[in-house]
């Protein structure tokens, strides 16, 4: 069983700052890609910015300059350091890990969820 688990979400007004946080725990054997996704009320999930387990890193064209993926491979976290952010951000914010638990059982989990809302 593998679990992820956010943090950081809340209110913030625009032009601020925020950091998201997922911790990944359980059977781990090893983590392929990681990401962030987002849901406004209405609209579909959406991919905001994507890590791989080289590192390389993708964005959505709407947050590039103002987002940052990282990740620690060591503790098995992915963290998003959202800066400028826009009323337009407002959404909930999942995290995403493609898990191998074992040398032969790989799999797609996803965190709760967390809040994220830009408003003065």
């Known amino acids: 069983q593998v679990q992820l688990v956010e943090s950081g979400g809340g209110l913030v007004q625009p032009g601020g700052s925020l950091s998201l946080s997922c911790a990944v725990s359980?059977?781990?054997?090893?983590?392929?890609?990681m990401g962030w996704y987002r849901q406004a009320p209405g609209k579909q999930r959406e991919l905001v910015a994507f890590?791989?387990?080289?590192?390389?890193?993708n964005y959505t064209d709407s947050v590039k300059g103002r987002f940052t993926i990282n990740r620690d491979n060591a503790k098995n976290t992915v963290t998003l350091q959202m800066n400028s952010l826009k009323p337009e951000d407002t959404a909930v914010y999942y995290c995403n890990a493609d898990v191998f638990s074992s040398r032969w059982w790989r799999d797609v989990y996803w965190g709760q969820g967390t809040q994220v809302t830009v408003s003065s």
């Open positions: 359980g059977s781990i054997f090893s983590i392929n890609h």
């Open positions: 890590i791989n387990s080289g590192g390389s890193t």
